[in-house]
């Protein structure tokens, strides 16, 4: 029975040998397929390493970290006192620190220096595991040890021993390699933390014990510490929905490379029918060819997926760098731009591509088993066969139509949002067909004389066969024009708000107070300086999610260009005079606050309770921001330095920068040109990685037809040769399949517009919305339309040429072949 089996199989294989381009369409199919998917879950396994390694850091666990009322740093002697009560805490100082290597005139990097005490760590915290591995004496003792990630050594071009050099001069400790810690993060002792950041006595928070914490022990009044809400600001959270997004477009991809498998496959499995039967008369068994037709799709997945599987890795590789840019200009996430693949990587990548391949191709394995052994000479009723097609497909839209409303009335959520944007789009991808039926029907009634009618007749006899290259089309042209219509809109809201936010010359961000007020001093020396705009900003959270608070002066320019999405007619007038304050729109959905709520701001001299009175936009930042009143800010945080300056002038801002630059020693100052060149770069990098995965897709899209038309090639022929025999000459065949085709593909491209519009919109009134916080103006760019409808032209007629060119060289002998069988 084995050695039957194996020659089973080696005859099936046969087919391969002698239809070596369908072998090839089969594999590069789920090749792309694996790759694309692959290449994006490397991606997100990458980033959500990064993120757990920062959520293990202290113990990754909600509410075990204390911190003070307003989020400031404070006084260690509050530490102090709780160790003498007996609680389980450990300081913790954390800050931004920009470093260069020691001896080198190169470019400054920034890192989050985090000084910690390694001997009070809490035991569930993955450094006090670390650090019994670690030689803490070296670490503490000087001139001690900077613990770094591996990735961040790398960023930076230093190795263990090297020695880095704060902006201000100052020599860190050597260098350590722990790969524990998340990327960006420089650690050191806390002793000399205080020294680097300029704050000497002062901590940050302070870390507790899982057990302890987790009775949430009253804290006493008199230090004005509380349970930090550390849940609200995980990274994993907040980039949920970019992740999700990739995973969206990668999965697209994904079934739109299953196309190609399904199309190839279906005409191997059509032309071994008759090889199928063959096999069953010479005795073959069914479980035999079971078997056999098991084995070739498994191996055919096997080398597919493990070509896939490399070239997602080197697709990872040459977007992760888009990866790292995206997350940090979105939400300020720190993620590795060195790429690890696990094995569970590996595994999940072949195993997603074994089973993509037996879904697309196992029904018709299966079909082909349950065929009968006698080989039937009767007509098959493709009419009937098409109308139950097209009844179940509709029936199943519809369905997808009712679930789409009901997840838009009652769900909500990210999740939904998603889910949403998935019954729509395959609601509409299976309604294509009966559509398309429709649409040729109408067609076929208005056309006049015998080929036009037989052309829009035999135009809806291919929808059988072409149904799953045009859904593949349809999915990947919406996708580009839903996505590229959201980047677009979003790419012209933040330039106009750009123009409106960035209204000064010039902005300087100085270091520390004493450096802030000697510019100050300097700039009204100045002849060329018109007006000076300090602001003074305050980390702390509202409704327990992360919240900046902007103190700013009194000034018309604010009234002038601040842009405003809701606000009362009196909106500046009470902020100045300190009874209301604006807050960012992020904030506001967040927090669920409308215009007159109160707004309850965490001070060092008490609650400071505000009128809303106003709502602005602030895309990009990640968290919360509040706008408020200097004049009432500065006697509830007098210790907090100037910390940005605006500058008004009607000279050269770019030489007043470097000169700024020149005579303070200050990296931090940029005209108001340079940052928008800047936000610009940015904002093209954070949306790469999107754009790239779309316009793969689109590509999958048309190799998918290429496949299907290249099979059909053969088998069109005894569709054609009728025609042929009453005149028609081979080249005016050609030019009649490549018309219907270019005809359905026309129809596909029309009626993928509106689903892009309902795809953009989705994106920007839900998924952006639970994403981000704010909502964009939707936009419509019909010249986008009309770019990519005539790219998805170009590419339908490249992958029609060779197809169509092999029905225009039919020689007459197999014309008149395709008779053989008439009986």
Same mark, same amino acid.
């Given at each position: 029975?084995?050695?039957?089996?194996?020659?089973?199989?080696?005859?099936?294989?046969s087919?391969?040998r002698?239809?070596?381009?369908?072998l090839?369409?089969?594999?590069?199919?789920?090749w792309?397929?694996?790759?694309?998917?692959?290449g994006?879950?490397?991606?997100?396994?990458?980033?959500?390493?990064?993120?757990d390694?920062?959520?293990?850091?202290?113990?990754?666990?909600?509410?075990q970290?204390?911190a003070s009322?307003?989020?400031?740093?404070?006084?260690q002697?509050r530490?102090v006192?709780?160790?003498?009560?007996g609680?389980?805490?450990?300081?913790?100082?954390?800050?931004?620190?920009?470093?260069?290597?020691?001896?080198?005139?190169?470019?400054v990097?920034?890192?989050?220096?985090?000084?910690?005490?390694?001997?009070?760590?809490?035991?569930?915290?993955s450094?006090?595991?670390?650090?019994e591995?670690?030689?803490v004496?070296?670490?503490i003792?000087a001139?001690?040890?900077?613990?770094?990630?591996?990735?961040?050594?790398?960023?930076?071009?230093?190795?263990?021993?090297?020695?880095?050099?704060?902006?201000?001069?100052?020599r860190l400790?050597?260098?350590?390699?722990?790969?524990?810690?998340?990327?960006g993060v420089?650690?050191?002792?806390?002793?000399?933390?205080q020294?680097?950041?300029g704050?000497?006595?002062?901590?940050?928070?302070l870390?507790?014990?899982?057990q302890?914490?987790?009775?949430?022990?009253?804290?006493?009044?008199?230090?004005?510490?509380?349970?930090d809400r550390r849940?609200e600001?995980d990274?994993?959270?907040?980039?949920?929905?970019?992740h999700?997004?990739?995973?969206?477009?990668?999965?697209?991809?994904?079934?739109?490379?299953?196309?190609?498998?399904?199309?190839?496959?279906?005409?191997?499995?059509?032309?071994?029918r008759?090889?199928?039967?063959?096999?069953r008369a010479?005795?073959?068994?069914?479980?035999?060819?079971?078997?056999?037709l098991?084995?070739?799709l498994?191996?055919?997945a096997l080398?597919?997926g493990?070509?896939?599987?490399?070239?997602?890795?080197?697709?990872?590789?040459?977007?992760v760098?888009?990866?790292v840019?995206?997350?940090q200009?979105?939400?300020?996430?720190e $993620? *590795?731009?060195?790429?690890? =693949?696990?094995?569970?990587?590996? &595994? #999940?990548? +072949?195993?997603?591509? %074994?089973?993509?391949? @037996?879904?697309?191709?196992?029904?018709?394995?299966?079909?082909a088993?349950?065929q009968s052994l006698?080989?039937?000479?009767q007509?098959?009723?493709?009419?009937q066969?098409?109308?139950?097609?097209?009844?179940?497909?509709?029936?199943?839209?519809?369905?997808l139509?009712a679930?789409?409303?009901?997840?838009?009335?009652?769900?909500?959520?990210?999740v939904?949002?998603?889910?949403?944007?998935?019954?729509?789009?395959?609601?509409?991808?299976?309604?294509?067909?009966?559509l398309?039926?429709?649409?040729?029907?109408i067609?076929r009634?208005?056309?006049?004389g015998? $080929? *036009?009618?037989?052309?829009? =007749?035999?135009?809806?006899?291919? &929808? #059988?066969? +072409?149904?799953?290259? %045009?859904?593949?089309? @349809?999915?990947?042209?919406?996708a580009?024009?839903?996505?590229?219509?959201?980047?677009?809109?979003?790419?012209r809201?933040f330039?106009?708000?750009?123009?409106?936010?960035?209204?000064?010359d010039?902005?300087?961000?100085?270091?520390?107070?004493?450096q802030a007020?000697?510019?100050?001093?300097?700039?009204?020396?100045?002849a060329?300086v018109?007006?000076?705009?300090?602001?003074?900003?305050?980390?702390?959270s509202?409704d327990?999610?992360?919240?900046?608070?902007?103190?700013?002066?009194?000034?018309?320019?604010?009234?002038?260009?601040?842009?405003l999405?809701?606000?009362r007619?009196?909106?500046?007038?009470?902020?100045?005079?300190g009874?209301g304050?604006l807050?960012?729109?992020?904030?506001?959905?967040?927090?669920?606050?409308?215009?007159?709520?109160?707004?309850?701001?965490?001070?060092?001299?008490?609650a400071?309770?505000?009128?809303?009175?106003?709502?602005?936009?602030?895309?990009?930042?990640?968290?919360?921001?509040?706008?408020?009143?200097?004049?009432?800010?500065?006697?509830?945080?007098?210790?907090?330095p100037?910390?940005s300056?605006?500058?008004?002038?009607?000279?050269?801002p770019?030489a007043?920068?470097?000169?700024?630059?020149?005579?303070?020693?200050?990296?931090?100052?940029?005209?108001?040109?340079?940052?928008?060149?800047?936000?610009s770069r940015?904002?093209?990098?954070?949306?790469?990685?999107?754009?790239?995965?779309?316009?793969?897709?689109?590509?999958?899209?048309?190799?998918?037809?290429f496949?299907?038309?290249?099979g059909?090639?053969d088998?069109?022929?005894?569709?054609?040769?009728p025609?042929?025999?009453?005149?028609?000459?081979?080249?005016?065949?050609?030019?009649?399949?490549l018309?219907?085709?270019?005809?359905?593909?026309?129809?596909?491209?029309l009626l993928?517009?509106?689903?892009?519009l309902?795809?953009?919109?989705?994106?920007?009134?839900?998924?952006?919305v639970?994403?981000?916080?704010?909502r964009l103006?939707?936009?419509?760019?019909?010249?986008?339309?009309?770019q990519?409808?005539g790219?998805?032209m170009?590419?339908?007629?490249?992958a029609?040429s060779?197809?169509?060119?092999?029905i225009?060289r039919?020689?007459?002998?197999?014309?008149?072949?395709q008779?053989?069988?008439?009986?």
């Amino acid at each position: 029975m084995i050695r039957r089996t194996g020659w089973v199989i080696v005859t099936l294989l046969s087919h391969w040998r002698r239809h070596p381009l369908q072998l090839g369409c089969l594999i590069v199919g789920l090749w792309l397929a694996t790759a694309l998917w692959s290449g994006v879950q490397a991606l997100n396994q990458q980033a959500r390493d990064s993120y757990d390694r920062a959520a293990q850091l202290f113990g990754g666990q909600a509410g075990q970290v204390l911190a003070s009322a307003d989020g400031q740093t404070f006084d260690q002697s509050r530490y102090v006192t709780l160790r003498r009560l007996g609680w389980p805490v450990s300081p913790v100082l954390q800050g931004s620190l920009a470093v260069s290597l020691a001896g080198q005139a190169g470019s400054v990097e920034s890192v989050q220096l985090v000084g910690i005490d390694p001997l009070t760590l809490p035991p569930d915290s993955s450094l006090t595991r670390s650090s019994e591995t670690a030689d803490v004496t070296a670490f503490i003792v000087a001139p001690g040890q900077t613990w770094m990630a591996g990735d961040t050594l790398t960023r930076f071009g230093v190795r263990d021993g090297d020695v880095l050099m704060s902006a201000e001069g100052r020599r860190l400790p050597p260098v350590r390699r722990r790969d524990e810690l998340p990327p960006g993060v420089a650690m050191v002792d806390i002793g000399r933390a205080q020294q680097l950041l300029g704050l000497p006595g002062h901590v940050s928070q302070l870390l507790v014990a899982e057990q302890f914490a987790a009775q949430q022990p009253a804290i006493p009044d008199t230090l004005a510490l509380r349970w930090d809400r550390r849940e609200e600001a995980d990274l994993q959270r907040l980039t949920d929905s970019f992740h999700l997004n990739l995973t969206a477009l990668a999965l697209l991809a994904f079934l739109v490379g299953l196309f190609i498998v399904q199309a190839a496959a279906g005409l191997a499995m059509q032309q071994r029918r008759r090889l199928i039967q063959t096999l069953r008369a010479c005795g073959a068994s069914a479980g035999e060819l079971l078997i056999a037709l098991t084995f070739e799709l498994v191996s055919l997945a096997l080398i597919a997926g493990s070509l896939g599987m490399l070239t997602g890795y080197l697709l990872a590789g040459a977007l992760v760098g888009d990866l790292v840019a995206s997350l940090q200009g979105l939400y300020g996430a720190e $993620v *590795s731009a060195q790429l690890n =693949a696990s094995w569970s990587w590996w &595994l #999940s990548g +072949l195993a997603m591509s %074994l089973a993509g391949t @037996l879904v697309a191709t196992g029904g018709h394995a299966l079909a082909a088993l349950r065929q009968s052994l006698v080989p039937s000479r009767q007509a098959p009723g493709w009419m009937q066969a098409q109308r139950r097609m097209l009844r179940t497909l509709s029936t199943v839209s519809l369905v997808l139509l009712a679930l789409a409303a009901g997840l838009w009335v009652a769900a909500d959520g990210l999740v939904a949002g998603f889910a949403l944007l998935g019954c729509i789009l395959l609601a509409a991808t299976l309604a294509l067909p009966m559509l398309l039926a429709v649409l040729l029907g109408i067609g076929r009634r208005l056309a006049r004389g015998p $080929v *036009s009618q037989w052309f829009w =007749a035999d135009g809806q006899q291919q &929808l #059988s066969r +072409l149904s799953l290259a %045009l859904m593949a089309l @349809l999915l990947a042209l919406a996708a580009n024009i839903g996505v590229g219509g959201m980047t677009e809109g979003f790419r012209r809201t933040f330039t106009d708000w750009l123009d409106q936010r960035l209204a000064a010359d010039v902005y300087v961000r100085p270091e520390g107070e004493r450096q802030a007020q000697d510019i100050l001093d300097w700039l009204q020396l100045r002849a060329d300086v018109d007006d000076v705009l300090p602001s003074w900003q305050v980390d702390s959270s509202v409704d327990g999610w992360p919240t900046e608070i902007s103190g700013v002066i009194e000034h018309p320019l604010y009234a002038q260009t601040w842009p405003l999405l809701e606000a009362r007619a009196d909106a500046w007038r009470r902020l100045q005079s300190g009874e209301g304050a604006l807050v960012s729109e992020q904030l506001a959905n967040r927090a669920d606050l409308a215009l007159g709520d109160t707004l309850e701001l965490d001070t060092p001299a008490g609650a400071w309770s505000l009128e809303l009175v106003g709502i602005y936009p602030d895309y990009g930042n990640p968290r919360g921001q509040a706008l408020v009143a200097a004049r009432e800010f500065l006697p509830r945080w007098p210790e907090v330095p100037v910390s940005s300056i605006g500058i008004l002038g009607d000279s050269d801002p770019a030489a007043l920068a470097q000169a700024i630059e020149a005579q303070f020693d200050v990296r931090r100052v940029a005209d108001q040109a340079s940052l928008k060149t800047y936000s610009s770069r940015v904002f093209e990098q954070t949306f790469a990685a999107t754009a790239a995965l779309s316009t793969l897709t689109l590509g999958v899209a048309a190799l998918a037809l290429f496949s299907t038309l290249l099979g059909l090639a053969d088998t069109r022929l005894v569709q054609l040769a009728p025609l042929w025999a009453m005149g028609l000459r081979p080249a005016q065949l050609g030019l009649l399949s490549l018309a219907q085709l270019a005809v359905l593909a026309a129809l596909t491209c029309l009626l993928a517009i509106p689903l892009g519009l309902v795809l953009s919109w989705c994106l920007v009134a839900v998924v952006n919305v639970q994403a981000f916080g704010w909502r964009l103006p939707w936009h419509w760019f019909p010249g986008q339309w009309l770019q990519l409808v005539g790219l998805a032209m170009v590419a339908v007629l490249l992958a029609a040429s060779l197809p169509v060119a092999r029905i225009a060289r039919a020689r007459p002998d197999n014309l008149l072949r395709q008779f053989v069988h008439e009986g």
